[in-house]
């Protein structure tokens, strides 16, 4: 069983930046790929970017491409997700997911953190 507890949303104008992080206990963490997803009020979660177990490979959505960086650290057990130049559009809760694989996908997570709210005025 994994615990994941994310932090670090909040409210920020467009062209702003916030960086997301996710702490995750229990089992070996660089034995989980992790990912962030977004669910936008009345719409489904959708996709925003994995990274693979040791960090080596990144896959990101297009809509945050060139925008958003995802990165790791194992010796802290924490995914994080730096968001630059933010748009209204990007307005969702976040969530953090850890996947039972190294490699890095848009799907297949098994474990969930509760989320935290990411608020871009324009």
């Known amino acids: 069983q994994v615990q994941l507890v994310e932090s670090g949303g909040g409210l920020v104008q467009a062209g702003g930046s916030l960086r997301l992080s996710c702490a995750a206990s229990?089992?070996?963490?660089?034995?989980?790929?992790m990912g962030w997803f977004r669910q936008a009020a009345g719409k489904e979660r959708e996709f925003v970017a994995s990274i693979s177990g040791f960090g080596i490979n990144t896959y990101y959505a297009d809509s945050v491409k060139g925008r958003f960086t995802i990165s790791r650290d194992n010796a802290k057990n924490t995914v994080y997700l730096q968001m630059n130049s933010l748009k209204p559009e990007d307005t969702a809760v976040y969530f953090c997911?850890?996947?039972?694989?190294?490699?890095?996908?848009?799907?297949?997570?098994?474990?969930w953190g509760q989320g935290t709210q990411v608020t871009v005025s324009s």
């Open positions: 997911a850890a996947r039972r694989s190294v490699t890095t996908a848009p799907v297949g997570y098994d474990y």
């Open positions: 229990g089992r070996t963490f660089s034995n989980y790929a």
